[in-house]
């Protein structure tokens, strides 16, 4: 069964101080691993596709990459603007678009 | 350009009352899909479409139905709403199955 699994679940950084979520998955046939970021009481908002193993994209302070079985998502000296609930999803081969429950950053200034 | 674009953005109903949740999209994307969220919990798929008349079910497919007759639109169905139907809902869209996904801003739905 395809399955995604974000951790931490939570995580507070200070201002500048950079870290990584990890989104690890299992599926068949991937078509696509997205990361979004979500505010409170707002839509997700998409940041990065990746399509291979090895595939890496960089905005500003995030930089997402893809591995075989997992993706992380590395920010770098965060700011507080930074501060949402980050959201992986995937597109395997029956054309649903899976998400993980989300890791929930908080950059303290 | 809109995007995608949900209506209501907040509602009450009473146990029993059923309502439609609209979703249109102006991006000419063929996938639209339904989701749930729940307070503390991912994005739960409700159902899918891939194209003008034809519609699939997702993981939590119980006590909603779903329609597409057109491209654009993508409306949910709630009937006999239940207190276990209280979530946020949020409608989303892509050109194909290798693309992002676009999100509208969502329905918070209380039923009460």
């Known amino acids: 069964e395809d399955q995604v699994t974000q951790s931490p679940e939570a995580l507070r950084l200070q201002e500048g101080e950079s870290s990584s979520l990890n989104c690890s998955y299992t599926?068949?046939?991937?078509?696509?691993l997205f990361w979004y970021r979500q505010d409170p009481g707002k839509g997700p908002e998409f940041l990065f596709t990746?399509?291979?193993a090895g595939e890496e994209k960089e905005k500003e302070r995030l930089k997402a990459t893809l591995t075989k079985k997992e993706s992380f998502l590395h920010i770098t000296a965060p700011k507080p603007e930074d501060s949402a609930t980050y959201l992986c999803?995937?597109?395997?081969?029956?054309?649903?678009?899976?998400f993980g429950t989300g890791t929930r950053l908080t950059i303290i200034p | 350009n809109a995007g995608v674009t949900q209506t209501p953005k907040f509602r009450i109903l009473k146990i029993g009352q059923s309502m439609t949740l609209q979703c249109t999209q102006d991006?000419?994307?063929?996938?639209m899909y339904w989701y749930r969220q729940d307070p503390g919990m991912g994005l739960k798929l409700i159902y899918y479409?891939?194209?003008?008349?034809?519609?699939d079910k997702g993981e939590v497919p119980n006590g909603y139905n779903v329609s597409r007759s057109t491209t654009e639109d993508f409306p949910l169905r709630l009937e006999l709403a239940a207190p276990s139907q209280t979530s946020v809902y949020f409608c989303?869209?892509?050109?194909?199955?290798?693309?992002?996904?676009?999100f509208g801003q969502g329905t918070r739905l209380t039923v009460v």
């Open positions: 989303a869209s892509s050109y194909s199955e290798g693309a992002e996904a676009f």
């Open positions: 479409s891939v194209g003008a008349g034809i519609t």
């Open positions: 990746l399509y291979s």
């Open positions: 991006m000419n994307h063929n996938y």
């Open positions: 999803a995937f597109r395997g081969g029956n054309e649903k678009l899976t």
């Open positions: 599926v068949s046939g991937l078509r696509g």
